[in-house]
T-cell receptor, first 114, second 113 residues
Framework: DAGITQSPRYKITETGRQVTLMCHQTWSHSYMFWYRQDLGHGLRLIYYSAAADITDKGEVPDGYVVSRSKTENFPLTLESATRSQTSVYFC?????????????FGSGTRLTVV | DQQVKQNSPSLSVQEGRISILNCDYTNSMFDYFLWYKKYPAEGPTFLISISSIKDKNEDGRFTVFLNKSAKHLSLHIVPSQPGDSAVYFCAATKETSGSRLTFGEGTQLTVNP
């Protein structure tokens, strides 16, 4: 199916474990993003990518790693999960200039770190 | 430094009345502003946008107003419907930012039947 899909939808992990959140889009959009949603903070940018093999930090990158070897995939890895990383994570993609069209978001991954 | 702020965490209105959601920004370099709607357990969906060279953009029941001198924008929903109950996020971007959006904290809108 066309669109942007995230997996898993829900994940519970223990403190200190590594966990990877997956994101896949079928439009060949050049830009992809990872945001986290927390109460009182709205959506904060973790990392983004302008194209395959090009990634850059956002507002809250500490503790996260990304890669983008293929245009359609943009996985987010928590190297050693902490309780403060309990959040809802959204992946998004867009064409080059998001101003008129905005992003298309995935359905999110709810991550709980215990 | 919160560059986009939504000062009202929640808003409650009656069905059929107008809903007005507000957003303030501090960065005068922003050149596009957007509104997103988010239902529980779903991703945000794009609703409407406005360029900084305009002061109003309308799409059906939704109108966004931009006041550049006050660095303020608002989303008007007329008439409000129960299905409009959701969290609304204001966002802003500048063309030189590589398509990055900066979001506000969100406002929970509840439309009562």
């Amino acid at each position: 199916d066309a669109g942007i899909t995230q997996s898993p939808r829900y994940k519970i992990t223990e403190t200190g474990r590594q966990v990877t959140l997956m994101c896949h889009q079928t439009w060949s959009h050049s830009y992809m993003f990872w945001y986290r949603q927390d109460l009182g903070h709205g959506l904060r940018l973790i990392y983004y990518s302008a194209a395959a093999d090009i990634t850059d930090k956002g507002e809250v990158p500490d503790g996260y790693v990304v890669s983008r070897s293929k245009t359609e995939n943009f996985p987010l890895t928590l190297e050693s999960a902490t309780r403060s990383q309990t959040s809802v994570y959204f992946c998004a993609s867009s064409v080059a200039q998001a101003g008129n069209y905005g992003y298309t978001f995935g359905s999110g991954t709810r991550l709980t770190v215990v | 430094d919160q560059q986009v702020k939504q000062n009202s965490p929640s808003l409650s209105v009656q069905e059929g009345r107008i809903s007005i959601l507000n957003c303030d920004y501090t960065n005068s370099m922003f050149d596009y502003f957007l509104w997103y709607k988010k239902y529980p357990a779903e991703g945000p969906t794009f609703l409407i946008s406005i360029s900084s060279i305009k002061d109003k953009n309308e799409d059906g029941r939704f109108t966004v107003f931009l006041n550049k001198s006050a660095k303020h924008l608002s989303l008007h929903i007329v008439p409000s419907q129960p299905g409009d109950s959701a969290v609304y996020f204001c966002a802003a971007t500048k063309e030189t930012s590589g398509s990055r959006l900066t979001f506000g904290e969100g406002t929970q809108l509840t439309v009562n039947p």
